[in-house]
Every structure is written in C-alpha cells, then in structure tokens.
C-alpha cells in the first residue's frame, strides 16, 4: 500500500512540475528563445506585489494547468515586474522601464503579446501583435482574448 501510495504522490509531483510555466525576466533570454522557436513573446507588465488586478491574473489564469500548456505550445513568456516592496536589480530596472515606454505601458497588469526582430538585435523592428490586460472568466476565455492576434 505505501509503495502505491509513494507512486501516486510521484507521478502528481510530475504532472504538477510539467505544467509550471517559467516565466523570464530577461527579455535578451526571451528574445533568444523567440527567434529560436519562431513563436512570439507574451510580455506581462505587472505590479506583483501591489497590483490587485495583477494577482488576480495570476491566480485566476496564469498559475492554471489550461494557461500553462497553451503558453508552452504557443508563446515565450516574459515577466516585467514594477514592484514596490520587492528589489530590483538595476539592470532590470533599467530594461523594464525600457520595455514599458517602446509599449506605452500606463496601467498593470498589460499583457502585450509581440514578435522581434530577426538580426542581431532583436530589439530592433519590435513587431506587437496585440494587448490585452486581467479579463474576467478564468483561462480559457482569457486565452481566447489573446489568441486572436496569433
């Protein structure tokens, strides 16, 4: 009985780390992987730990098993934090606020879904595709909110 025990909490173990999504910080990583992938990037303008709207996204969608395996098939995912409690480094600092003016970001949580360029700096030729923000009705019709402009 404990041996079947011990295997049921293993493969829930697995089933639950599978469906985490890694969300990036680094928009050079993203931006790499984007390229690589040819799939666009998700870039979610937040306020984490002061943003109301913001954790209910989170909780609501983005933590949910539906999100995680449409933002694996279909996007590279990319954090841009603006916290109040929580210490940045000045290097993301100085590119989510980079990020948050090339996008005329004015409110949290903006989710803004967009390609990049093709050569060496993919920071040139940014291509956005749509935005959207925290939308009522949990994954799925968040999911259909942005998958329109896929």
């Not at 590119?95 to 390609?115: D, H, M, S």
Request: aromatic share 12%.
């Amino acid at each position: 009985m404990k041996k079947i025990l011990l295997g049921l909490l293993f493969i829930s173990t697995i089933i639950t780390f599978s469906q985490e999504v890694i969300w990036l910080t680094n928009f050079d990583e993203a931006a790499k992987i984007s390229q690589k992938t040819n799939k666009p990037i998700l870039a979610n303008f937040t306020g984490s730990d002061w943003c109301g709207y913001c954790k209910i996204l989170n909780r609501d969608v983005f933590s949910q098993p539906e999100f995680a395996k449409w933002a694996k098939k279909n996007v590279v995912l990319l954090e841009l934090d603006f916290p109040k409690k929580t210490k940045l480094s000045p290097e993301l600092k100085k590119q989510n606020y980079a990020l948050q003016k090339a996008f005329n970001v004015r409110g949290y949580p903006t989710i803004w879904l967009f390609e990049v360029g093709k050569g060496n700096d993919p920071k040139k030729e940014l291509n956005p595709l749509g935005k959207t923000g925290y939308i009522k009705g949990g994954p799925k019709k968040w999911i259909n909110s942005i998958d329109r402009y896929m």
